[in-house]
């Protein structure tokens, strides 16, 4: 199939983790990779929408204090994590340390970027409190974000 997560047997991965989903070239030789950045085991479990929404507004914001490579932070939408957009060709391990300060960094947040109705198409549709406890519980799981697979 064209859609590379369409092709992943999501019975075999083991979240929470970090991969590398894509990588394209563009027309001038630029590089994207997309990385999978799942939080939840497939088919076994799942965000709630409002800490997917916020989560998803902290990442975008707080990521960018870290690096000039993101291009997206994209929810998915079966609910188990998020897709990453970096320019280049980052390591996981270099992405993995990215996903660490931003998800400290929401720790400390102490309100969700731009969740109001001028600046969100949801703007009612959050909840700090949720996607500081994502943001924790993924972060309880940081040695093994590299491994994909049981």
């Not at 369409?6 to 990385?35: C, M, Q, W």
């Not at 490579?69 to 980052?90: A, K, N, R």
């Not at 009612?124 to 924790?136: F, G, I, M, P, V």
Request: net charge negative.
């Amino acid at each position: 199939m064209n859609v590379e997560s369409f092709n992943l047997d999501h019975r075999t991965v083991s979240a929470p983790y970090v991969r590398v989903a894509d990588r394209k070239e563009l027309p001038h030789g630029d590089v994207i990779t997309k990385y999978d950045v799942r939080f939840t085991q497939p088919n076994v479990a799942h965000l709630e929408m409002k800490a997917i929404h916020s989560l998803e507004h902290l990442f975008a914001e707080k990521s960018r204090n870290h690096s000039s490579s993101v291009i997206d932070f994209s929810p998915m939408g079966c609910q188990t994590g998020y897709y990453l957009i970096l320019q280049g060709e980052p390591d996981v391990s270099a992405v993995v340390d990215l996903i660490e300060a931003t998800l400290t960094d929401v720790l400390d947040a102490t309100e969700v970027p731009a969740a109001n109705e001028v600046q969100c198409g949801w703007g009612e549709n959050h909840s700090l409190e949720d996607a500081k406890e994502a943001a924790r519980a993924f972060l309880a799981q940081r040695a093994v974000w590299e491994q994909v697979s049981a």
